[in-house]
């Protein structure tokens, strides 16, 4: 018996007065998590709001009980056999679920080989998304282990415990399929920070053929932040972005500092645009997005530099 | 809401539809946008547009920046190209090439690609295979990624072109004066059929027909395929370029810079074996020469195997080249090697071993990049740009750097070609495109209820063995037979698959099972015309026909489709400046 539904037992027994005090506590809970109000409230209300709260708490003892399915399954699979703990979502019973798969792997064998591996032999519905398998174009980031990672660049030997590795899809994205995680909102906030080379004369940009001057000391200044593959990782692991979904984001502000301190750019709306609550100033210097970074991009760095300019640019006018 | 239903198909109308978003994709979209601002433009990828196989570029792209300092011309580039073609490409295709290719590295370093660049921030460029002076520019190792971030962001400055992210196209449809693609939103499972003007496929080569190679999962040549179903001709399609130094065992790239820096190959007894066949270029002779060296010294059992793929190679050596060259000019090989073999170049030896590259062939095009059929006769309305657009400056092997510059240059040409062919569209079209619609919607239909015999995966893998086995680095008469009957038969069992997954939403299954389609098509015209051409040249060499044969053989082959079988014709190669002569290095 769950600790729950023994406490229910308990105050039920303890006769009218309370039940009453209970209900009245489930009810203004439920009120407040649902309507954000705090009401105590008292006759027929009070019996309706008690109903659906009890629900609630049914339903979330339900979701418990099938979670505790998954861990039988799990123990099926022999524990001398290396296997994979795949989580995701399943558009079918539009549920996150967690299955798991024994594999074949040697000391080659990457987390993206895997998949690919039950994808082929196991389970053929299986959402992943893949394609270059040399950590260059930022398909198949995903949490391994609990750490956001690319499952390409990730082998499998080395992360596993006790010979299981767990793959879940990102979780500061909308979930599609498995791990297959939506990127409109990404993208969206990316082509927001004008993230390309703004020149006055266009026609020159496309056709000229000379090239525009830059010294290697001038290209460094950029070089670190032009390595982002888009993979979605740094979003995924940052605190703000999690918690508030129109936070611009690690990704979209460290590629609005690449652009801006290229010698060769000539904007000058780029710094006012994300200049705001939701855009470098939502930043809280956490640092989670530069140690989630694959490719060794250091967002935060970046962010912190765009308030520097920003206040400079500032004083400047 | 009506729109919202799975059954509903969409009917999107624009001016020009490229259908792939690698750098020739989208170098044409920015240049179309360019000429014609008014067009609608829209780019369509089967992934999300900055993630194509060009990403995956690494040495550099070729052209004659410094004639003067390097003593270089643009004679020599051409020269180069079409000795290492192997005398198969069209010469005035490869004059245009060069005399481009330079004004291209410029416009990349306009849209923002970090080149390298020396203390007085000049552009610099390294040595590359078959190249005879240094005339390849470069941003580290990651060259394409560079190109392609640059192209994708440039694209989101323009307000005309739309991308449409993980879109997957099945079929291409041509009517009297538009052309259509169907494709079904991998997100939602949605159809919709995007029509208009022009099309240009630019969705690369299918080098993934083989089980090792070097490019991304991506690379099925479904444009290609596509196209070829609706009516184009193919060329060349049996010149598959094996890259000689793909890491042993997962195939991954490891580009010809290193080589081009100066790093050795070297077989078991630590010999510089390629001084036994091309002396004076070394490391730096044209790939095929050195896939067949390593080939050579493998089957002479001066390899090494490895033990948990059972592959056999040699070892490319960087040791040499010290800490700094490696961090500064080749700082993704020496990552891709201690992440995924937990090596350091540094301090070990690199295991390669050849593996499959590059489509030199692919759609017949004309030297402005329009798709051409059997009789050589413009198809309406086609374009064909990079690597799936045989022009053809490759010939019979490519040289190294020139894809990203062959992209880029066509991707110009083509934007200017179609931005002059908008045209209005007719309701009898729209009508016509309409049945089309119903039809392939009913076959996807059919498809995803079919209850066949074979998964796409089990036929895909007998595939790739095939190709693996019988079209390698070496070929020859007894055992292409072999091959192309088995491919038959694969392709008869392609009519009898099932699809697991019957749902509608990222229905990896069936994007899996229609790019399969594609590839055994390609298999199989790839099967053909090897077995057909009795000669060795470039890329393909026969051990029975050893030598090249200009009298009968100097000649494109061009394949068509009839009915379930395949069309061949030949036509000649374009002979400006440059007599064919023996190909020594």
Redesign the interface.
Same mark, same amino acid.
């Given at each position: 018996m769950r600790t729950s539904k023994y406490f229910a037992f308990f105050y039920l027994s303890m006769g009218f007065l309370p039940l009453l005090f209970f209900l009245l506590l489930v009810s203004t809970v439920y009120n407040y998590i649902y309507y954000k109000e705090l009401l105590v409230l008292t006759g027929v209300d009070l019996i309706v709001f008690s109903v659906l709260g009890l629900l609630e708490i049914y339903k979330r003892t339900e979701k418990i009980k099938t979670n505790t399915l998954v861990k039988n399954y799990i123990n099926t699979v022999k524990s001398n056999d290396y296997s994979i703990i795949v989580g995701g979502f399943d558009?079918?019973s539009k549920e996150i679920k967690q299955k798991q798969y024994k594999v074949n792997v040697?000391?080659?064998t990457?987390v993206l080989d895997v998949l690919l591996q039950v994808?082929?032999?196991q389970q053929?519905?299986?959402?992943?998304?893949?394609?270059?398998?040399?950590?260059?174009?930022?398909?198949c980031g995903m949490v391994i282990n609990g750490k956001p990672a690319l499952a390409c660049?990730t082998?499998f030997m080395k992360v596993s415990k006790d010979k299981v590795v767990t793959a879940e899809p990102m979780q500061a994205h909308p979930i599609?399929?498995?791990l297959?995680t939506?990127?409109k909102d990404f993208?969206d906030k990316?082509?927001s920070v004008?993230?390309?080379?703004?020149?006055e004369n266009v026609k020159?940009?496309?056709?000229?053929?000379?090239?525009?001057?830059?010294?290697?000391s001038e290209?460094n200044k950029?070089?670190p932040y032009?390595?982002?593959?888009?993979c979605g990782l740094c979003n995924d692991a940052c605190p703000v972005a999690n918690s508030n979904p129109e936070f611009l984001g690690p990704q979209a502000l460290s590629?609005a500092y690449r652009?801006q301190m290229?010698s060769?750019?000539q904007s000058e709306g780029r710094l006012t645009a994300i200049d705001k609550l939701t855009g470098l100033w939502g930043c809280e210097f956490a640092g989670a997005c530069s140690k989630a970074c694959p490719k060794g991009v250091d967002p935060a760095s970046a962010i912190q530099l765009l308030k520097l300019s920003t206040v400079e640019d500032d004083l400047k006018k | 809401m009506l729109i919202d239903r799975i059954d509903v198909m969409r009917f999107l109308k624009y001016d020009v539809i490229i259908l792939g978003s690698g750098i020739g994709g989208f170098t044409t979209a920015?240049?179309a946008s360019?000429f014609d601002k008014k067009a609608k433009i829209a780019v369509i990828s089967k992934?999300?547009a900055?993630?194509?196989?060009s990403?995956?570029a690494e040495g550099g792209i070729s052209g004659v920046l410094y004639p003067q300092i390097n003593k270089d011309s643009e004679k020599l580039h051409a020269y180069d190209t079409i000795k290492g073609s192997d005398y198969l490409s069209d010469q005035d295709a490869v004059e245009l090439l060069v005399k481009n290719a330079p004004?291209e590295i410029?416009?990349f370093?306009? !849209?923002?690609v970090?080149?390298n660049?020396?203390?007085?921030?000049i552009?610099q460029e390294r040595p590359f295979g078959g190249m005879s002076v240094p005339r390849t520019a470069f941003a580290a190792d990651?060259t394409g990624?560079?190109m392609m971030?640059?192209l994708y962001?440039?694209v989101?400055?323009l307000p005309n072109v739309d991308i449409f992210?993980e879109h997957f196209a099945t079929r291409i449809f041509r009517t009297k004066d538009a052309v259509g693609v169907f494709t079904i939103d991998l997100?939602t499972g949605k159809h919709s059929v995007v029509y208009g003007s022009s099309l240009v496929i630019g969705t690369g080569g299918f080098s993934r027909i083989y089980k090792i190679t070097t490019t991304?999962?991506?690379t099925t040549g479904d444009g290609i395929a596509l196209a070829y179903n609706a009516g184009a001709s193919l060329k060349d399609v049996e010149f598959v370029q094996f890259h000689p130094t793909a890491l042993v065992?997962?195939g991954? !790239?490891i580009t010809e810079a290193a080589r081009g820096e100066g790093g050795y190959l070297l077989n078991k007894d630590n010999e510089r074996f390629m001084k036994r066949y091309a002396s004076s270029k070394m490391e730096l002779a044209p790939r095929d020469i050195i896939s067949r060296a390593i080939i050579t010294e493998i089957n002479e059992g001066r390899g090494m195997k490895d033990k948990?793929?059972g592959l056999e190679y040699v070892y490319l050596d960087l040791r040499h080249l010290g800490k700094e060259v490696i961090n500064k000019r080749l700082p993704?090989i020496k990552?891709?090697c201690i992440?995924?073999?937990?090596l350091n170049p540094e301090e070990e030896p690199i295991p390669v071993r050849p593996a499959a590259h590059f489509t030199m062939g692919g759609l017949n095009t004309d030297i402005n990049g329009r798709v051409l059929d059997i009789e050589l006769n413009h198809v309406s309305n086609l374009w064909g740009v990079g690597e799936c657009g045989c022009v053809s400056v490759h010939g019979a092997n490519r040289l190294g750097s020139n894809s990203l510059s062959q992209c880029s240059v066509w991707g110009r040409i083509v934007g200017k070609e179609v931005s002059n062919n908008t045209h209005e569209i007719k309701n009898e079209d729209v009508k016509e495109l309409e049945v089309l619609a119903e039809a392939e919607d009913s076959r996807l239909k059919e498809m995803l209820s079919k209850k066949g015999m074979y998964?796409v995966?089990e036929l895909q893998d007998e595939m790739k063995d095939v190709m693996e086995k019988y079209f390698y680095v070496y070929r020859n008469e007894k055992e292409m037979k072999k091959g192309v009957a088995l491919l038959e038969k694969i392709l008869k069992k392609s009519a009898n698959l099932r699809?697991?997954?019957k749902?509608h939403?990222?229905?990896?299954?069936l994007r899996d099972t229609l790019e399969f389609l594609n590839q055994i098509e390609l298999a199989y015209a790839v099967g053909v015309a090897a077995y057909n051409r009795k000669e060795s040249r470039g890329a393909h060499s026969r051990t029975d026909h050893p030598k090249r044969d200009d009298k009968a053989w100097l000649k494109h082959t061009i394949l068509a489709k009839e009915g379930s079988g395949i069309k061949i014709s030949y036509s000649d190669v374009k002979i400006t400046k440059w007599e064919p002569e023996e190909r020594k290095y």
């Open positions: 558009t079918k040697n000391k080659y990457s994808k082929k032999k053929n519905s299986l959402a992943v998304r893949y394609s270059c398998r040399m950590g260059i174009c930022g398909s660049e082998n599609v399929k498995d297959v939506e990127f993208f990316h082509s004008e993230p390309h080379l703004i020149r020159e940009q496309m056709t000229g053929k000379t090239p525009y001057d830059q010294k290697p290209t950029f070089l032009s390595y982002c593959i888009m590629q652009y290229d060769r750019d | 920015i240049h360019n992934l999300h900055m993630r194509s196989h990403v995956s004004k410029v416009f370093e306009h !849209l923002g970090p080149w660049r020396n203390e007085k921030g552009i990651k990624f560079f971030r640059s962001d440039q989101q400055s992210h997100a991304a999962h991506s065992p997962n991954i !790239l948990d793929s993704m990552e891709i992440k995924t073999i937990g998964t995966y699809i697991e997954d749902t939403i990222f229905n990896t299954n």
